[in-house]
């Protein structure tokens, strides 16, 4: 397990080396100019000579750490690379511009003091002599490119056209900016020079047919969610359990309603309905016309008792017509068992 772990890693930092170098081949040397007497000045006002680097790609790429030399003796295999890199002069972290952007370009001061500024190297640049110019890879070991620079007059400049390169006049010289640009050249031309093989052109046309691929996915696949969500809940509506759960909400409602008029009237009344009321009064009253109340003699026993609960036609004779007894004794009716 171990074995296959450090395989695996020793895959991805090669993987990483690689791209990393693939990356660092990308940046070359562009245009020199070895004796400014009228070109740029830097931050300090003063003129020296400078090295211009390219980024070929379409991608970012930091060339901090990296070196150049204009020393031909690097070129020894069998050279260390301490002892080489005493030889070379490295571009230092720290400054944001180091970050060179696609097909963007960067200028590096030559004959200066690095503590004057992030751009500005110890790197000694003859001005009126040829000069072999070296650009490592950040282990100085890889030589990324390099270029004999011949001699030249004041403001000359030497620079690169494709695989070419060629002296430039005082007022052609473009550092940090495109070589022998043309202002009468068409777009077409432009693109066949900086992309003869249409590499870049194709793989911006597939680029974007993919995007445009993504895009319509991305869409149809959220309207799909959305419709499939619709549907759910349509179905969840139109269910038939909704109905009686409706129902039951409508009679509790009208059972609210009456119950609260009930409570309403209740309130008004005071707790008592008149007609009960009336009811009450008359049955208390006929019960002491009839003398007919209970006797509690404290022993539950069953007997028979006369009562006048039987006898229907007294008892319609009586509410049709009223009576007032003459007696105290009750009338010889039927008996009926008494529980007391």
Same mark, same amino acid.
């Given at each position: 397990?171990? /074995?296959?772990? $450090?395989?695996?890693?020793?895959?991805?930092?090669?993987?990483?080396?690689?791209?990393?170098?693939?990356?660092? !081949?990308?940046?070359?040397?562009?245009?020199?100019?070895?004796?400014?007497?009228?070109?740029?000045?830097?931050? &300090?006002?003063? =003129?020296?000579?400078?090295?211009?680097?390219?980024?070929?790609?379409?991608? +970012?790429?930091?060339?901090?750490?990296?070196?150049?030399?204009?020393?031909?003796?690097?070129?020894?295999? !069998?050279?260390?690379?301490?002892?080489?890199?005493? =030889?070379?002069?490295? $571009?230092?972290?720290?400054?944001?511009?180091?970050?060179?952007?696609?097909?963007?370009?960067?200028? &590096?001061?030559?004959?200066?003091?690095?503590?004057?500024?992030?751009?500005?190297?110890?790197?000694?640049?003859?001005?009126?002599?040829?000069?072999?110019?070296?650009?490592?890879?950040?282990?100085?070991?890889?030589?990324?490119?390099?270029?004999?620079?011949?001699?030249?007059?004041?403001?000359?400049?030497?620079?690169?056209?494709?695989?070419? #390169?060629?002296? /430039?006049?005082?007022?052609?010289?473009?550092?940090?900016?495109?070589? &022998?640009?043309?202002?009468?050249? +068409?777009?077409?031309?432009?693109?066949? =020079?900086?992309?003869?093989?249409?590499?870049? $052109?194709?793989?911006?046309?597939?680029?974007?047919?993919?995007?445009?691929?993504?895009?319509?996915?991305? &869409?149809? #696949?959220?309207?799909?969610?959305?419709?499939? @969500?619709?549907? +759910?809940?349509?179905?969840?509506?139109?269910?038939?359990?909704?109905?009686?759960?409706?129902?039951?909400?409508?009679?509790?409602?009208?059972?609210? @309603?009456?119950?609260?008029?009930?409570?309403?009237?209740?309130?008004?009344? !005071?707790?008592?309905?008149?007609?009960?009321?009336?009811?009450?009064?008359?049955?208390?009253? /006929?019960?002491?016309?009839? *003398?007919?109340? *209970?006797?509690?003699?404290?022993? $539950?026993?069953? !007997?028979?008792?006369?009562?006048? #609960?039987?006898?229907?036609?007294?008892?319609?004779?009586?509410?049709?017509?009223?009576?007032?007894? +003459?007696?105290? @004794?009750?009338?010889?009716?039927?008996?009926?068992?008494?529980?007391?």
């Amino acid at each position: 397990m171990n /074995k296959a772990r $450090i395989l695996l890693c020793g895959m991805l930092l090669a993987s990483t080396m690689s791209a990393m170098a693939q990356g660092a !081949k990308n940046i070359r040397l562009n245009e020199v100019l070895t004796n400014n007497t009228t070109s740029i000045v830097d931050e &300090f006002g003063n =003129r020296e000579a400078w090295i211009e680097v390219e980024n070929t790609s379409f991608t +970012t790429y930091n060339i901090r750490g990296m070196y150049f030399t204009t020393d031909r003796s690097v070129l020894d295999p !069998k050279m260390s690379v301490p002892e080489r890199i005493k =030889r070379m002069s490295v $571009i230092p972290n720290g400054d944001p511009r180091t970050q060179i952007g696609g097909r963007q370009h960067l200028v &590096f001061y030559c004959n200066s003091n690095p503590s004057e500024g992030k751009l500005h190297l110890s790197l000694p640049v003859p001005t009126s002599e040829p000069v072999w110019i070296g650009f490592y890879n950040g282990n100085a070991v890889e030589l990324i490119d390099s270029v004999t620079i011949p001699a030249l007059a004041a403001d000359q400049s030497y620079a690169r056209h494709g695989r070419e #390169w060629s002296v /430039k006049s005082p007022e052609n010289v473009t550092p940090g900016i495109e070589n &022998f640009i043309k202002t009468d050249e +068409t777009k077409d031309a432009k693109l066949k =020079r900086e992309d003869p093989y249409g590499v870049g $052109i194709t793989l911006l046309a597939m680029g974007i047919v993919f995007f445009c691929l993504a895009v319509l996915f991305v &869409f149809f #696949w959220i309207f799909g969610l959305i419709m499939r @969500h619709l549907d +759910t809940a349509k179905k969840v509506v139109n269910t038939q359990p909704i109905k009686p759960i409706t129902k039951t909400v409508e009679v509790t409602q009208d059972i609210a @309603h009456v119950t609260g008029n009930i409570l309403q009237d209740g309130l008004k009344t !005071k707790g008592i309905d008149k007609e009960v009321y009336i009811a009450v009064i008359s049955m208390a009253l /006929k019960q002491y016309q009839d *003398d007919v109340h *209970d006797v509690e003699s404290g022993i $539950i026993t069953i !007997k028979s008792r006369q009562t006048g #609960w039987t006898d229907e036609s007294s008892q319609m004779t009586q509410f049709s017509r009223p009576v007032i007894p +003459t007696s105290h @004794h009750a009338p010889n009716i039927p008996t009926t068992p008494e529980i007391h």
